[in-house]
């Protein structure tokens, strides 16, 4: 009898609760009135965040946590309700509870409290969905059911824009899954005509025929599939849904959509693409490392030029999410590892600086950055929040982002050697040269320097108990994970495409 | 066996620095004494661990005592976090925690009235001293460049303590926002070149343990391989140096940075940051002597540096300025001597090689207790007139009287004036940047070029650093800013009285056996520092039977000279003088030979041209492509507009449009596919 038999005992399904209990905290909150709402969703969220904990504490073998029902069998198409997760699932489940319960605290909507709370409830659900579905029907309905509360957020609770901006992001990335799913029913039935007839969705049945792929199919279909991914992502030139989407959501939705939202991309490339097709990416790895270096240049260049506190991270993380595509380009064990490790990373360090922006919005009254300045005098706390989100994400060594930065980086390197070029490690580094700039540059003109007279400030108010709390722990993780990333390497080291590499 | 207990040694600063931070305000004095007795702790510690190094027999053959953790470990490569202990880090840990305990001492007087940024103030600086201990401790490349970014972030912080709610208005705050910006991006630059050189050497090595690189039988290897890539790493290596130690032409975030307090500045220039560059040329010396031109190179660029910046400090009406222009130069002379020495050994000429390691280090420490001294004093001084601006100064000899006799000291050391620490180190740098001309065979003659440079550096050392004492403490009319001026407190007095000793009396450790620890040798197939250097006996019949000694003792006097007769006795009128008509050189130097304006235009066109560009590529041609295409699907602008509406009956057409558009492509792909298979 291990300890996890004793607290996670094995006749219940784990899994499945992480998707019914938001789904029920959801349902009440809707129901709900006032402040209760938020209590409510928290109560909720809060039990979700502890139980996607407990599966990093105290399972040992992820593999026995894996659900697996019978649901749709006619026919010779075979659907099952599959739930299974390694180790970057795992790591995703987890940055999903937890930031979820984080903005839930976070949040002081005071306009239809119930809607806004169970719509993030209900994001959670498709969230945890996509990141423990192995089934890849459900993958894709997971991966709708995440887009219509994010729609929801933005056209109801965002800013003047929001009503553009939500449709924008609607279509843009409708089409997108839509080619995805072109993409997922060319492989799982030509999967299904290699192995005898029957057109399985489970992620195990098609792994099993994706060895049967002719080069040219691998190629067309890690196209498709890349494409559909990719705009989630996002990557140049497919990313200009995002800034509008962000500019305009509310900080919630602004903190799930680029923490764990835009991640859905990435676990698809690695989880989809890379795992069952690696002629394919290997054909592909020229174009992956193109896209991927204009995304983190185009990204980083774009920030110095916005105005908008909020646009500026936003194409920041266009140029970090480039930074995570040029690692899972890389078809290495270091370039997969630390890619993943820099989805993890942002997740956490984007969510400081989205919720630093929303407080910047909301207490100040105003994000564009020439109408700030010495901010730091009024609202200490808040600059120094500011200052650790902005070095984290810059790539402050001992903080999270570095060790993915530099993994990445490194790997990159070592491809480059490969082909003897380099010299090419220049651009990469000149992205980090970029990336200080425009923080550096965004910090002197808004919390340091003379204070601003353009706007009033004689009634700001520095960050309020909550949103202290929300962003040191989150501060606190970033330090902890920077200082000792192998409790994430060692969690990573467990996921299933690190096994089918060559 | 203390040595185990070594990690406390970064590990006590840290400490102080979260208690200083998570307590220090609700306390008057913003926890001031955690943070000396954090430094204190760390001094004691190091002393402690660094008697035991030197003297237990286990490391007679000077070999490092390491200890490692592992901290990651990615398929073949494993990357260590833990602690490295050799003569050198003895060296730089005792000195660093000393000087940085004396600093915070005094900064209890100076930051008395700085109300409750006092806390943040002991806070960082308790960070900063931590992060160098743990810099020059690191027993890899990887963890040294992790504090040595921290080291970066600190400085930044610092410099721009004052970047809001500044005391002399908003203009100053601007300045210091700007400056701290330019010192953290200045030094990134530097930064990035350093983790480019830390890739190369990972990849050639499979390693970046000091352990390993260090080894004689692995740099062969490698070297046998491909002889350029170590070439190719310690350059980049190098760039981090010259943007950490403000070398020429990375060196003008450093007079910038004066905008920080006095007290940071004396931190930055003695105890920690600017030293860090140094400490890496001094640590990676194995690999940068496979390379004869890569010592060039440095030394090169060290002696340009040296000269440059001492001709900026000749005119400069600002105290604190002076003494920044004066840091770059020193610290240009270290350099030049580490790669004099070490282009003695890479072109493979035996005994006279020690030299330059050994006075480069050695001008380190003795520059360390000499400029912590100025800066103290500059402190003092500006503490009591309440301006930078020599200008305004004058007479203060007898309102000050510890002050000027303790700034004095520290400018004759400076100067090189005999008998005083800077004597004995600046003498032995020019004696290796000769043997650099003369040594080889054939001879050189860029070190011939380079010891006039350092010749002449010398000269204007001399003078401008009395021209600054004469200007603040001599001439008989006091200035306009010196009528309330009164000596500092004891506990600003006290630490300056401390550093004057150590000006005086650290150039002797030479000769009680810091020469045979600081120096760079191979023992048993491994490059470690100490072994057996100069003899004290031949270094000193070198220094006193070489005509140059006494050139250079004679161009300083001249310098000292010059100086007297030109501001001693200035009246209130000729030192007024900044509406005179100046001629080319002067408003050269002024400009700062226009550097600041290249480093804006950089940024100017390489950032900020390139983001516009970037930003209206984004917003017409990328964006408009996408809004175009759904105008050109739904049928105009018009139904974009009522789109926009957000009424769910529009989303209807859509919806049906991009459906019949997706079962188009879904047959033309299967069709594709068909066909192909």
């Known amino acids: ?502 | 066996m203390i040595i185990e207990y070594a990690w406390l040694i970064p590990f006590i600063p840290l400490m102080a620095f979260i208690i200083v931070g998570l307590f220090g305000k609700k306390t008057k004095g913003g926890l001031g004494s955690v943070a000396i007795i954090g430094a204190l702790l760390a001094f004691v510690l190091s002393l402690l661990v660094s008697y035991e190094y030197l003297t237990d027999a286990a490391y007679a053959d000077h070999l490092p005592y390491v200890l490692d953790l592992e901290w990651l470990s990615i398929g073949s490569v494993t990357l260590n976090f833990g602690i490295y202990i050799d003569s050198l880090t003895c060296l730089m840990m005792v000195f660093s925690s000393f000087i940085s305990m004396l600093i915070f001492v005094y900064s209890v007087g100076y930051m008395k009235d700085q109300g409750q940024k006092k806390r943040r103030y002991f806070a960082e600086v308790s960070l900063f001293l931590a992060a160098m201990l743990g810099l020059v401790m690191a027993s890899n490349f990887l963890e040294m460049f992790i504090f040595w970014e921290i080291v970066g972030v600190c400085s930044y912080l610092l410099i721009g303590f004052w970047s809001f709610e500044h005391p002399e208005g908003d203009e100053a705050a601007d300045n210091a926002a700007k400056a701290a910006k330019k010192a953290f991006l200045v030094t990134r630059l530097g930064d990035v070149m350093i983790m480019a050189g830390l890739f190369v050497l990972l990849y050639v090595f499979g390693s970046l343990d000091y352990t390993t690189l260090f080894d004689v039988a692995n740099i062969d290897a490698v070297m046998n391989q491909d002889p350029n890539m170590i070439m190719l790493a310690s350059l980049l290596l190098f760039g981090g140096v010259i943007g950490k130690s403000a070398q020429f032409p990375l060196h003008d975030w450093l007079p910038d940075a004066m905008a920080g307090p006095t007290t940071v500045s004396a931190l930055i220039h003695a105890a920690t940051m600017v030293k860090a560059g140094v400490y890496l040329v001094a640590r990676s010396y194995p690999l940068f002597i496979q390379s004869a031109d890569v010592m060039l190179f440095v030394a090169v660029i060290g002696g340009v540096t040296a000269l440059f910046a001492a001709t900026m400090a000749l005119n400069n009406m600002n105290i604190k300025r002076v003494l920044a222009y004066s840091t770059i130069s020193q610290l240009g002379y270290m350099i030049m001597a580490l790669g004099a020495g070490g282009y003695l050994i890479a072109s493979a000429v035996g005994v006279e090689s020690a030299m330059g390691y050994t006075s480069g280090v050695f001008h380190m420490m003795n520059h360390a207790f000499f400029k912590a001294l100025l800066f103290l004093c500059a402190g003092s001084v500006i503490h009591a007139v309440g301006t930078e601006d020599m200008r305004r100064m004058g007479g203060l000899r007898k309102k000050m009287p510890i002050t000027s006799i303790t700034m004095l000291i520290g400018s004759l050391s400076i100067a090189g004036f005999p008998l005083l620490s800077g004597f004995w180190s600046k003498d032995l740098i020019l004696e290796a940047v000769f043997a650099g001309y003369n040594g080889v065979d054939p001879v050189n003659y860029v070190f011939l070029l380079l010891f006039i440079m350092g010749i002449i550096t010398a000269f204007m050392t001399a003078f401008y650093m009395f021209r600054m004492w004469y200007m603040t403490f001599g001439g008989r009319t006091a200035g306009p800013a010196t009528e309330h001026a009164h000596e500092s407190p004891k506990s600003m007095t006290v630490p300056l009285l401390i550093l004057a000793v150590c000006a005086i009396i650290s150039g002797y450790a030479l000769f009680v056996g810091l020469n045979d620890l600081i120096t760079f040798n191979e023992i048993g197939g491994v490059y470690v520092v100490g072994g057996l250097g100069h003899s004290a006996a031949s270094i000193l019949e070198d220094i006193l039977t070489n005509i140059w000694t006494y050139v250079s003792v004679a161009v300083a006097l001249i310098g000292i000279i010059l100086a007297y007769f030109m501001y001693s006795r200035r009246s209130e009128k000729t030192r007024g003088s900044q509406d005179r008509e100046h001629g080319f050189l002067y408003n050269m130097l002024t400009a700062r030979y226009g550097f600041p304006k290249l480093y804006d235009g950089i940024a100017l066109a390489g950032g900020y041209g390139i983001a516009k560009g970037v930003d209206y590529v984004d917003r017409q041609v990328i964006d408009g492509t996408v809004n175009g295409i759904s105008n050109a699907i739904v049928g105009g602008s018009e139904s974009m507009r009522r789109m926009q509406t957000g009424y769910v009956r529009n989303y209807a057409g859509f919806v049906i449009v991009g459906v019949i558009l997706l079962v188009a492509v879904l047959c033309a792909v299967f069709y594709f596919i068909g066909g192909g298979l």
Not at chain 1, 109 to 119: G, S
Not at chain 1, 135 to 147: A, I, Q, S
Not at chain 1, 261 to 287: H, T
Not at chain 1, 313 to 320: E, K
Request: aromatic share 14%; hydrophobic share 60%; glycine share 10%.
């Open chain 1, 1 to 502: 009898m291990s300890l996890f038999s004793w607290i996670l005992p094995e006749n219940i399904p784990w899994l499945t609760l992480l998707l019914i209990i938001p789904l029920i905290g959801a349902m009440i909150t809707l129901v709900m009135k006032g402040r209760n709402a938020k209590y409510v969703a928290g109560g909720f969220s809060l039990v979700t965040m502890i139980l996607s904990f407990m599966l990093f504490l105290f399972v040992d073998d992820l593999s026995t946590m894996s659900e697996n029902i019978a649901w749709i069998d006619v026919m010779g198409v075979k659907i099952s309700y599959a739930l299974g997760i390694d180790g970057l699932s795992l790591l995703m489940v987890g940055l999903t509870g937890l930031l979820v319960f984080l903005v839930t605290v976070f949040s002081t909507e005071k306009e239809r409290p119930n809607l806004f709370f169970a719509m993030l409830l209900i994001m959670e659900v498709g969230l945890m969905g996509v990141y423990m579905a192995q089934d890849y029907f459900l993958f894709y309905v997971m991966w709708e059911v995440t887009l219509i509360p994010m729609y929801f957020m933005i056209s109801w609770f965002g800013g003047p824009r929001r009503h553009y901006a939500s449709i924008k992001f609607f279509i843009y990335t409708h089409v997108a899954s839509l080619i995805m799913l072109i993409g997922i029913f060319a492989m799982v039935f030509q999967a299904g005509a290699l192995s005898g007839g029957t057109a399985d969705f489970s992620f195990a049945a098609v792994s099993a025929a994706a060895g049967g792929f002719t080069e040219m199919f691998q190629i067309l279909v890690f196209g498709l599939l890349f494409f559909g991914f990719a705009v989630k992502m996002p990557v140049v030139p497919f990313h200009t849904w995002l800034p509008d989407a962000h500019v305009e959501a509310p900080t919630a939705g602004s903190v799930l959509l680029a923490a764990v939202m835009l991640k859905m991309g990435s676990y698809g490339i690695i989880r989809v693409c890379i795992e069952n097709f690696q002629l394919g990416a290997e054909w592909w790895q020229p174009v992956m490392i193109v896209i991927a270096l204009v995304s983190i240049l185009y990204g980083a260049w774009a920030c110095i030029a916005q105005k908008d506190l909020k646009k500026m991270v936003a194409f920041s993380s266009i140029s970090h999410m480039g930074m995570v595509l040029l690692g899972i380009a890389m078809l290495s064990e270091w370039g997969l590892m630390f890619a993943m490790f820099q989805m993890f990373a942002h997740g956490l360090i984007t969510a400081v600086l989205f919720m630093v922006c929303g407080i910047t919005g909301h207490n100040v009254g105003t994000r564009e950055i020439p109408l700030l300045g010495g901010l730091a005098g009024k609202m200490p706390k808040y600059a120094g929040f500011m200052v650790f989100g902005f070095l984290a994400s810059l790539g402050l060594p001992g903080l999270v982002g570095f060790v993915a930065e530099f993994g990445i980086m490194y790997s990159f390197y070592e491809y480059l050697a490969g082909v003897d070029m380099i010299y090419l490690i220049a651009l990469v580094l000149l992205s980090l040269m970029l990336t200080a700039g425009y923080y550096m540059w965004a910090m002197q003109r808004t919390i340091f320097g003379r204070e601003t007279k353009k706007v009033d400030l004689s009634e700001v108010k520095d960050t309020n108990r909550a949103e202290t709390a929300v962003l040191v722990v989150l501060c606190a993780l970033i330090v902890l994970f920077g200082v000792m990333p192998s409790l994430v390497t060692d969690v990573l080291g467990s996921a299933a495409v690190l096994g089918v590499l060559p």
